[in-house]
């Protein structure tokens, strides 16, 4: 799964360690009894098209709705706001081995 990848951007190329997968996949927030469709996922983190949910470096857990698992709990860490400060760039830094194998799993199915 750790393949490289180079996404193209308006900006010119973007390299990236891990493949993301745009799929509306749902995250709860719970200390913001929120939830969210994240527009893409990876094994390291995610892209939530909400704003404001924390300023960069503030770490919160994440509950990822994944189809045939459930939920899975990921602590994540702000590490952007998106393109003209629309949307939060999110990098898990602590998710359980068990989770994080269905995570990779499951992202493989869809990126292979």
Do not use: W, Y
């Not at 996949?25 to 893409?40: A, E, F, G, R």
């Not at 939530?48 to 709990?73: C, M, V, W, Y």
Request: proline share 7%.
């Amino acid at each position: 799964m750790e393949k490289a990848t180079i996404n193209e951007s308006p900006a010119g190329r973007e390299k990236r360690k891990f493949q993301r997968l745009a799929l509306g996949v749902p995250i709860l927030i719970p200390h913001l009894q929120k939830t969210c469709l994240c527009t893409n996922l990876s094994i390291k983190g995610c892209f939530l098209p909400e704003s404001n949910l924390a300023q960069p470096g503030i770490h919160f857990p994440l509950l990822i709705d994944l189809p045939g698992r459930g939920k899975i709990t990921v602590e994540g860490r702000v590490i952007h706001s998106g393109k003209d400060e629309v949307g939060t760039g999110i990098d898990f830094i602590k998710i359980d081995p068990g989770d994080e194998a269905f995570l990779s799993n499951f992202l493989e199915i869809f990126l292979a």
